[in-house]
């Protein structure tokens, strides 16, 4: 008898911390954040979100209607009385000094380059909501998606934005692109650069990807290289596909189904497509 009431005393303990682990009032201070706390938490467990949290720009917009909203100043954050504050780039040093004294933990999203560090941020970030078993889920879907791609081989691609910005190696866009078969044909340069007009003019792409081509976040002005007659004729002879604005925006688990999608466009344009004609 003192046995068995010693381990339901464990049990009440062990039930007890998890709870007290579990957080229950969760607070994002941008939309990158945004789109991990409405993947991965429970909407019960969501206090506030970013103020961008329903931008076209957001994979998980619909999820966010309804959800109360709080800009990365204090008083608005401390209003929600969070136990969890979620960010990626929002607030500032000011802010963050200010939870780390109340004892408000902070759940760092880190940047994300390829696939693996998906796999990495969404793990920790389900392990901080006490929310495992979700993350291995959303995994699972996007390696499935990532499996159905089929390359076809020797098929360069370029990334456009309407502000003449291309992706080089370092980036997820450049990720994206290899793991939907192709190869980049900004591969040569790091990180994001201004567009090089001569790398269309002397060697154009098989197919050209686009992003940001439907959103606010990126405008075309007139000194833009998507504008110049070179790009504006390379863009109508060659098959175009664009990206979903909300997966590149943030980079998560959806990344895969956007792969796949990319993969299956080229197949459709294969006929198209200079480097796989008969």
Request: proline share 5%.
């Amino acid at each position: 008898m003192r046995v068995r009431i010693l381990l339901i005393a464990i049990v009440g303990l062990l039930l007890t911390s998890a709870a007290q682990a579990q957080p229950q009032r969760i607070v994002s201070l941008d939309y990158c954040a945004d789109q991990y706390v409405l993947g991965l938490a429970d909407r019960s467990q969501i206090a506030a979100l970013s103020p961008d949290a329903d931008a076209d720009y957001s994979s998980h917009a619909a999820l966010a209607e309804d959800l109360p909203q709080a800009r990365p100043l204090a008083g608005e954050i401390l209003a929600h009385r969070p136990d969890l504050v979620v960010r990626s780039w929002g607030g500032d040093t000011r802010i963050l000094a200010l939870f780390e004294r109340l004892g408000i933990p902070v759940h760092q999203i880190g940047y994300i380059s390829d696939f693996d560090d998906i796999r990495r941020e969404t793990r920790a970030a389900a392990a901080a909501f006490a929310r495992e078993d979700r993350a291995e889920t959303l995994l699972a879907e996007m390696d499935r998606a990532l499996d159905r791609v089929t390359p076809l081989a020797g098929v360069d691609a370029l990334y456009v934005t309407p502000g003449g910005v291309t992706a080089g190696q370092g980036t997820f866009v450049d990720a994206l692109l290899r793991a939907a078969g192709l190869r980049n044909t900004a591969g040569g340069l790091s990180g994001w650069s201004s567009l090089p007009l001569e790398a269309v003019a002397l060697r154009r792409p098989d197919i050209f990807v686009t992003g940001f081509s439907n959103s606010a976040t990126d405008r075309v002005d007139r000194w833009s290289a998507s504008r110049h007659p070179v790009m504006r004729r390379a863009l109508s002879s060659r098959p175009a596909f664009t990206l979903d604005t909300g997966v590149i925006a943030c980079t998560t688990w959806l990344a895969g189904q956007e792969a796949a999608r990319l993969g299956g466009f080229v197949h459709q344009q294969s006929f198209n497509i200079t480097g796989n004609q008969p």
